[in-house]
């Protein structure tokens, strides 16, 4: 099984409609992330959070909310989803307790909005 | 965190070593040089990260310059499978920094 789990891994879905992803993990990290990745540029980061009462506005949050549920999952929110919002969507954890603080990434989630 | 500068893309010969170079230098002293790769849209891959000496893993190996403004990621010996975008990232530890990607390089092993 995958130390960080992404769900759905694939979704269509229509503009206005609302939609969740959600991002598991199995490496008992404080820190968690998302990012969204567009064709052909690097990741971009939308939200973060360093554990579960603690959630910070990355670089394109707009349009974007998150949940902190437990330590062990974070969700990414679209409201109100628009086509450019298609994109690829990873999320990352990271351990500030170990001194080593490298990331782990999940598989990704495509996401295209009609 | 500071700025890193990377070439857009870079070929190797399989076999040969590839060597990835990253200006960054606006480094502070207390910030960190990682090197991630991302392999065909699948999720970034952690390799290396080093403070001021050169590091070594079983992936690659890391190079910082003296003055600390650059620095390079070698892979010994390439295979096509190391064909991939290679971002170079400059973070300091403490608590509130986070990964901030930029373009990378495109590395392209060649048969």
């Known amino acids: 099984d995958a130390d960080v789990t992404q769900t759905p891994r694939n979704r269509i879905t229509k503009t206005g409609k609302r939609i969740m992803l959600e991002c598991s993990q199995t490496?008992?990290?404080?820190?968690m992330y998302w990012y969204r990745q567009d064709p052909g540029l690097g990741l971009r980061l939308i939200y973060y959070?360093?554990?579960?009462?603690?959630?910070n506005k990355g670089e394109i949050s707009d349009g974007y909310s998150v949940s902190r549920q437990a330590q062990a999952k974070f969700s990414l929110s679209l409201e109100s989803a628009i086509p450019n919002q298609t994109a690829l969507y990873f999320c990352?954890?990271?351990?500030?307790?170990?001194?080593?603080?490298?990331?782990?990434f999940g598989q990704g989630t495509r996401l295209t909005v009609v | 965190d500071a700025k890193t500068t990377q070439p857009t893309s870079m070929d190797c010969a399989e076999g040969r070593a590839a060597n990835l170079p990253c200006n960054h230098s606006?480094?502070?002293?207390?910030?960190?040089v990682y090197w991630y790769r991302q392999i065909h849209s699948q999720g970034p891959q952690y390799i290396i990260h080093?403070?001021?000496n050169n590091e070594t893993n079983e992936m690659a190996s890391l190079i910082i310059t003296e003055d600390r403004k650059s620095s390079t990621l070698i892979l010994p010996h390439a295979t096509l499978r190391d064909t991939a975008v290679y971002y170079c990232?400059?973070?300091?530890?403490?608590?509130?920094?986070?990964?901030?990607f930029g373009a990378g390089t495109i590395l392209r092993v060649k048969s």
């Open positions: 990232i400059v973070r300091a530890l403490e608590y509130g920094n986070k990964l901030v």
């Open positions: 080093g403070l001021k």
């Open positions: 959070s360093f554990d579960v009462k603690d959630i």
């Open positions: 606006t480094i502070s002293g207390n910030e960190y």
């Open positions: 490496k008992g990290h404080d820190r």
């Open positions: 990352a954890t990271s351990d500030s307790a170990r001194g080593r603080t490298e990331a782990f």
